[in-house]
């Protein structure tokens, strides 16, 4: 049985678990430790339960932990070169990777960790550099992308085979344009290489879901200028608009940035 589980998503902290009774990956690890213990402690689980750690970029909301986490618990770090590049740069990150856990990945190359197939791609972010995750399973695929400024074929490529898929929603753009953030990180935000909007998520799903895909959660929405029930009804009514049903093709549930999600059981 995969399950899979939040811990935050959004500025605040950014951690995911997709694991099995016998092996577990974390993907990101921006969550402070003392919440991770207490989170892991509240689900009945174990931190040694990890087995490897897979990092999407290398913002403190994505990686501030993941230091000391790979060096209590022996965890290899897997990313691509430039990511552990600017891990190790991140004053954020006051315990570094120590070399001996710094695994590297090249996107686009599938690689077995442990249990899981794991593909890394392309994600168009400000970061030192940024993927997204694929993660094949018993013949379950599911993907996760955060952070993302737009849409490239790659990554729709992706979205078209996942029958499980975290995407982000960061945006309401009026919201954002009528915001107090100063107009350089409005532009930021809104930007080719920032954030996507709720309507771009939308259009993702609306031009890419398969009859395969069946749970779709939202990541990484903006406090300032977003709210989760915005988020699900703006895509929902996008979809609804050109024939997909939301609880009839698939599942759309929004993540909570501060507080974990409920464990999700991911069935073949």
Not at 79 to 97: A, F, L, M, P, Y
Request: aromatic content about 8%; overall charge negative; hydrophobic content about 35%.
């Amino acid at each position: 049985m995969l399950k899979f589980l939040s811990f935050g998503s959004g500025s605040s902290g950014n951690c995911y678990l997709l694991y099995t009774d016998t092996d577990c990956l974390m993907i990101d690890c921006g969550v402070g430790i003392r919440s991770l213990k207490k989170h892991f402690h509240n689900y009945g689980l174990q931190l040694n339960m990890v087995h490897n750690v897979l990092i999407t970029h290398d913002h403190a909301d994505h990686v501030k932990s993941v230091g000391s986490i790979s060096g209590d618990l022996q965890l290899p770090v897997y990313t691509t070169e430039d990511v552990h590049r600017g891990i190790s740069q991140n004053w954020c990150v006051r315990r570094k990777v120590d070399s001996q856990y710094v695994r590297y990945l090249k996107k686009g190359e599938e690689i077995s960790i442990g249990e899981f197939k794991v593909t890394p791609f392309g994600v168009p972010h400000d970061s030192t550099d940024c993927v997204g995750y694929s993660v094949e399973y018993n013949g379950i695929r599911f993907t996760l992308i955060t952070d993302c400024g737009h849409i490239t074929d790659e990554i729709a490529q992706f979205i078209s085979v996942s029958n499980y898929l975290v995407i982000e929603a960061n945006h309401e753009p009026e919201k954002l344009a009528a915001g107090p953030y100063p107009r350089h990180l409005k532009e930021r935000i809104s930007g080719p290489n920032g954030h996507l909007s709720n309507e771009a998520c939308a259009k993702a799903l609306l031009e890419n879901a398969s009859p395969a895909l069946r749970h779709v959660w939202l990541c990484h929405l903006s406090d300032e200028n977003n709210h989760p029930e915005l988020a699900k009804k703006t895509i929902e009514s996008i979809l609804r608009d050109s024939g997909i049903i939301i609880g009839k093709e698939f599942t759309l549930e929004v993540l909570k940035r501060k507080i974990p999600s409920e464990m999700y059981e991911l069935n073949p």
